[in-house]
RNA sequence: GUCUCCUUCGUCUAGUGGUUAGGACAACGGGUUUUCAUCCCGUCAACAGGGGUUCGACUCCCCUAGGAGAUGCCA
């Protein structure tokens, strides 16, 4: 039997990063392995629906080069894939429950359930649906229901016995039925859906082979299993996955720093960054390998190799990751993706000018080792295109030395400019390693204080090529700026 | 509270009875260098604890501790 796994995101936010390790598992398990993959969206909870987190996924996975084999857009014959289309499905199926006795309508108000549940907590203990209308009779509870009295579908779980199943990464996993929620809801009041009766229906007709998924869904495992029995039906083989944390042992989750993709994306982060990052949180190859493509892991992930603990995400060595990627694109490559990030600082025209299209070009190698992020670009690119950043006046001053000493560095320095763009880099270092002779101090100690007229900072790219992109006019301008500040201070 | 799962350097992990417990990130130190960064070299650093089983346990079993998750008409 062949492959077919599913990601069933609910569009209810933004996608987070755990729920893309899972959906990026799924993706290159069913590579691997020649199956397909499909993308189905849970949306049966009307009250948290939001189009902008559907059209968040799709603009996840794309951006992400990830496409599924069926599902929305993509079509295939097992669909629709929106949950909320296939409602008509779910109640039909609940109703067979129904009829078999082996689910059954509960007419408890919300405020009940809420009094009871302060009840239980009074008591120091949760167990869940007290079972309230479990034994109501067939005949009464749908002449309340066919009155319209409001109702939903629950199922009757044994109180005797137990239920297990295999997992795939965990191994046998058993809960005693008594021990399970307590008759969880499978037809909300509102005629959708909960999460335990559409996955279960929709894994089966979409025959799903593996369910891989967060661990989370562990304790619900032997719930799910009880339906797949309760229906007749097989159950699929389990793949429960590792959860992805936070630097103190939580749920991955907002104050931890970035989670949702789009929020990495913005930061500057490559794609290929993030898989190969994601790709290691749970999931190893041998005991050295780092490096992994999108299309390294679509022929290389293997289930064998999943860690069964929880993985702390760590933004440092995802940065690493970045910088690597950043370094491996061809300089085209890379000003292309540094655009979006220029523009949000205004720092070149949108399209850009032509002029621009070259320095940026021109620019890339000596930047691109010093990225961590796509977004680090404008920082070190502004005094290109824009303004140098003020500075203090101390700051063009080189260790143990005064203001009347930087001065006359800046002032010899004056007199090579005039030669500067039309030599090599070779030939101006030569020139300045013959000037901080004749000064008797270092070369770095002369470039110091230019490096701070033209970049505005102690710390910039390397010197030369960053004063041939500023221009001969701009430079020479910050240079006289500088001369002016220095002979201030120096009195 | 109850149930379930998990436990190797700070972090991600390799390891499936006999290893100097390996790699990567981070940290720290050094080298290259016009600053920073890159790059190179090196250092620090782990089998949660206790019982078994065994000639021999990181590896198998049990207990304890710790952590996480579930306990919704959310998924």
């Given at each position: 039997?062949?492959?077919?796994?599913?990601?069933?995101?609910?569009?209810?936010?933004?996608?987070?990063?755990?729920?893309?390790?899972?959906?990026?598992?799924?993706?290159?398990?069913?590579?691997?392995?020649?199956?397909?993959?499909?993308?189905?969206?849970?949306?049966?909870?009307?009250?948290?629906?939001?189009?902008?987190?559907?059209?968040?996924?799709?603009?996840?996975?794309?951006?992400?080069?990830?496409?599924?084999?069926?599902?929305?857009?993509?079509?295939?014959?097992?669909?629709?894939?929106?949950?909320?289309?296939?409602?008509?499905?779910?109640?039909?199926?609940?109703?067979?429950?129904?009829?078999?006795?082996?689910?059954?309508y509960c007419f408890?108000?919300?405020?009940?359930?809420?009094?009871?549940?302060?009840?239980?907590a009074l008591e120091g203990a949760g167990q869940g649906y007290d079972r309230h209308c479990r034994n109501i009779p067939p005949v009464e509870a749908l002449a309340r229901k066919e009155k319209g009295e409001?109702?939903?579908?629950?199922?009757?779980?044994?109180l005797e016995g137990s239920t297990g199943f295999h997992d795939r990464l965990i191994g046998t996993i058993e809960r005693a039925n008594k021990d399970i929620n307590p008759d969880p809801v499978l037809l909300k009041s509102d005629g959708f859906p909960t999460y335990h009766l559409a996955n279960v229906i929709d894994d089966h007709f979409m025959e799903i082979t593996h369910i891989m998924?967060?661990?989370e869904w562990i304790p619900s495992g032997p719930l799910h299993v009880l339906l797949y029995q309760a229906f007749g039906w097989e159950?699929?083989?389990?793949?429960?996955?590792?959860?992805?944390?936070?630097?103190?042992?939580?749920?991955?989750?907002?104050?931890h720093g970035s989670t949702s993709l789009i929020e990495f994306r913005g930061g500057g982060y490559l794609p290929e960054a993030i898989i190969n990052y994601v790709s290691l949180l749970g999931w190893s190859y041998d005991d050295s390998r780092q490096m992994f493509s999108r299309s390294d892991l679509e022929q290389l992930f293997t289930l064998d190799k999943l860690n069964k603990a929880a993985a702390v995400f760590d933004y440092k060595k995802l940065e690493w990751f970045n910088g690597i990627y950043i370094r491996e694109c061809s300089e085209a490559d890379l000003a292309r993706r540094l655009l979006p990030f220029l523009w949000e600082e205004n720092l070149l025209g949108n399209p850009p000018s032509a002029r621009e299209e070259k320095t940026l070009l021109d620019s890339i190698p000596i930047i691109r080792e010093r990225l961590h992020s796509l977004a680090d670009a404008a920082g070190l690119l502004r005094f290109i295109f824009g303004d140098a950043p003020d500075y203090a006046a101390e700051d063009l001053l080189p260790k143990k030395t005064s203001a009347a000493e930087a001065l006359r560095f800046l002032?010899?320095?004056?007199?090579?400019?005039?030669?500067?763009?039309?030599?090599?880099?070779?030939?101006?270092?030569?020139?300045?390693?013959?000037?901080?002779?004749?000064?008797?101090?270092?070369l770095g100690n002369i470039l110091a204080p230019l490096r701070v007229a033209v970049t505005g900072s102690k710390v910039s790219p390397p010197l030369f090529e960053s004063i041939r992109l500023v221009g001969k006019e701009k430079t020479l301008a910050r240079i006289e700026k500088a001369a002016g500040i220095l002979s201030k201070a120096a009195g």
């Open positions: 039997m062949s492959v077919r796994v599913r990601y069933a995101p609910s569009p209810t936010g933004l996608q987070h990063i755990g729920g893309v390790r899972t959906a990026l598992f799924n993706y290159f398990f069913a590579r691997a392995s020649g199956g397909k993959f499909i993308l189905r969206i849970e949306d049966t909870d009307r009250e948290r629906y939001d189009p902008r987190a559907l059209q968040d996924i799709y603009d996840t996975f794309d951006w992400l080069g990830i496409q599924w084999d069926e599902g929305p857009r993509a079509g295939g014959n097992y669909g629709p894939y929106f949950q909320s289309e296939r409602t008509d499905l779910y109640r039909e199926y609940a109703q067979k429950l129904v009829a078999s006795g082996q689910a059954y408890c108000s919300a405020g009940r359930l809420e009094q009871m549940r302060e009840q239980q409001p109702c939903v579908i629950r199922l009757r779980i044994p998924r967060a661990q159950t699929p083989e389990y793949c429960h996955l590792p959860m992805v944390m936070g630097d103190d042992g939580q749920k991955l989750s907002k104050r002032e010899e320095i004056k007199n090579l400019m005039p030669g500067f763009f039309d030599k090599t880099d070779e030939g101006n270092e030569a020139d300045f390693r013959a000037l901080s002779e004749k000064l008797g101090t270092r």
